[in-house]
């Protein structure tokens, strides 16, 4: 089993920033795409950013040129530096991480999210 656990979030005033960890634990064979997804009150959970595991990164069109997404691969660790936040960035961010076991299977796996706010 693979566990993710997100750190980082909290509240913030806008045009701050914050800088968002995920680890991955547990019995990992190897690790593909890492990202974010984030959820705001009563809105479908959407596409932050992705990162695969040889660096390459796809964001979403709300956050291209202020947020970077970056890996760890030794550690199996994503980070997402958010800068000149927006009260329209504030949700519950949630990690995922694609895990490739040992038989070729892949399986997505979820953090339990941290909440992000921005006030204006």
């Known amino acids: 089993q693979v566990q993710l656990v997100e750190s980082g979030g909290g509240l913030v005033q806008a045009g701050g920033s914050l800088r968002l960890s995920c680890a991955a634990s547990g019995a990992i064979f190897s690790i593909n795409t890492m990202g974010w997804y984030r959820q705001a009150p009563g809105k479908q959970r959407d596409l932050v950013a992705v990162?695969?595991?040889?660096?390459?990164?796809n964001y979403a069109d709300s956050v291209k040129g202020r947020f970077t997404i970056s890996r760890d691969n030794a550690k199996n660790t994503v980070y997402l530096q958010m800068n000149s936040l927006k009260p329209e960035d504030t949700a519950v961010y949630y990690c995922?991480?694609?895990?490739?076991?040992?038989?070729?299977?892949?399986?997505?796996?979820w953090g339990h999210g941290t909440q992000v706010t921005v006030s204006s």
């Open positions: 995922t991480a694609d895990h490739v076991q040992v038989t070729g299977i892949m399986v997505a796996h």
């Open positions: 990162i695969t595991s040889g660096g390459s990164t």
